[in-house]
């Protein structure tokens, strides 16, 4: 699944999305194939999600077996994959400061989080009236405490990335940073209510996070090469999360969490043995530009929806959902594409602040790279 070798690549890729700013993005040689690949697949999922989301809520298409064969409540691997990916990296910031961790996030996470949520919002707000939507001017002025749409991924991650850089502060591993998620996973259902903080989201989430920064710190353990025993690990985890399922709506935690990563295990062996081919070769653009897709794919998914029921009096749930998910992704990619070539650079993120130069930290695992090696059968 994940093969290692001493290379620097694994610096250069960001916790969220590789890309350094929208209007440079890195060179292929920055990249890891199969990485990229995980991040379009999973983006590619997320989007699919909000267009049959949005037609359910708009009688468009009925609570029926599509909308709880992908809901699939308790195994959605879609944002835990996500969050699992993210925490590869989790590592990287071990040696640096407080503030240098503060500044990149708030470049990379915070400033979209407001700049696109307030965009997002304020246009929801603004045609409620023909929409029959909820959103009014009162979800922009609370953004600071509570997320609206899809922005609450920006805000949990934020959360989750902190915490876990300050535990590694204080002085724990990386697996005793996984053990302290796993107690917050445990409490489901026991957090304090109307906490600004989604304590419950950060709960959920963490666990897998921290197997990400796991997986990072340790990535030397890892060697699957063969498309074989890929093949295997893709079969079994994905098998592994259809017959939970079948367990029933509401099974006990670890089951829960051990069929999610089952189908996580499934999925990265997947995006590699796609990163050896051409076939769905489309993955690692969306996997580049995953932020962008994140924070712009609704308000284009959502207004050719409009158009396609309002203008065009379109009702063909198959239609909504092929050309929804088609806007969804492409433009968000057109708007970067505008944005390369008017110069805009501020659209997506801040520039990062210069990296300085990493403090030696006896707590700081080996920095290990992530490569793909090319199978030679």
């Known amino acids: 699944m994940i093969s290692t070798s001493r290379t620097s690549n694994i610096e250069r890729v960001d916790s969220l999305n590789p890309v350094e700013t929208a209007a440079a993005p ?33 009688g468009l298409l009925d609570d029926g077996p599509l909308l709880r064969i992908w809901d699939a409540r308790y195994y959605n691997i879609r944002m835990p994959f996500f969050f699992l990916l993210s925490g590869l990296f989790a590592e990287r910031w071990v040696g640096r400061t407080t503030a240098d961790f503060l500044r990149d996030k708030g470049a990379t996470i ?33 953004l600071p405490v509570l997320s609206s749409g899809q922005f609450w991924f920006l805000q ?25 998620a796993l107690g917050g996973y445990a409490m489901q259902g026991e957090w304090p209510q109307g906490s600004t903080i989604p304590l419950e989201l950060v709960g959920y989430y963490a666990p897998f996070y921290a197997v990400g920064g796991v997986a990072g710190a340790f990535a030397s353990w890892f060697r699957v090469e063969r498309p074989a025993h890929l093949a295997a690990i893709m079969i079994g985890g994905f098998g ?36 050896r081919s051409r076939i769905m070769g489309f993955l690692p653009v969306l996997g580049r530009y995953s932020l962008e897709i994140l924070v712009a794919h609704m308000l284009s998914a959502m207004g050719l929806r409009l158009a396609l029921h309002r203008i065009f009096h379109v009702e063909s749930a198959a239609v909504h959902l092929i050309l929804g998910v088609v806007a969804g992704i492409v433009g968000p990619l057109l708007l970067v594409w505008l944005c390369n070539r008017l110069n805009i650079r501020y ?19 080996p920095r290990p790279s992530l490569t793909l090696a090319r199978a030679s059968g």
């Open 26 to 58: 890195p060179t292929p040689r920055s990249r890891i194939a199969w990485i990229d690949h995980a991040r379009g697949l999973s983006i590619l999922m997320v989007v699919i999600g909000h267009v049959i989301l949005g037609m359910t809520s708009t």
């Open 110 to 142: 915070v400033y979209p989080y407001f700049v696109w949520g307030i965009l997002q919002i304020s246009i929801q707000a603004a045609i409620a009236p023909i929409t029959n939507g909820n959103m009014t001017i009162w979800h922009v002025i609370r």
């Open 156 to 180: 949990v991650l934020f959360y989750i990335m902190l915490g876990y850089f300050l535990l590694r502060k204080l002085g724990l591993g990386p697996i005793s940073c996984l053990m302290v």
């Open 240 to 275: 592994a999360l259809a017959g939970a399922i079948r367990l029933g709506e509401t099974p006990p935690l670890p089951i829960q969490l051990t069929a999610t990563l089952c189908g996580i295990a499934g999925a990265i062996a997947l995006t590699s043995l796609l990163s």
């Open 347 to 365: 659209a997506f993120r801040l520039p990062r602040p210069p990296k300085p130069p990493r403090a030696e930290s006896s707590q700081a695992a």
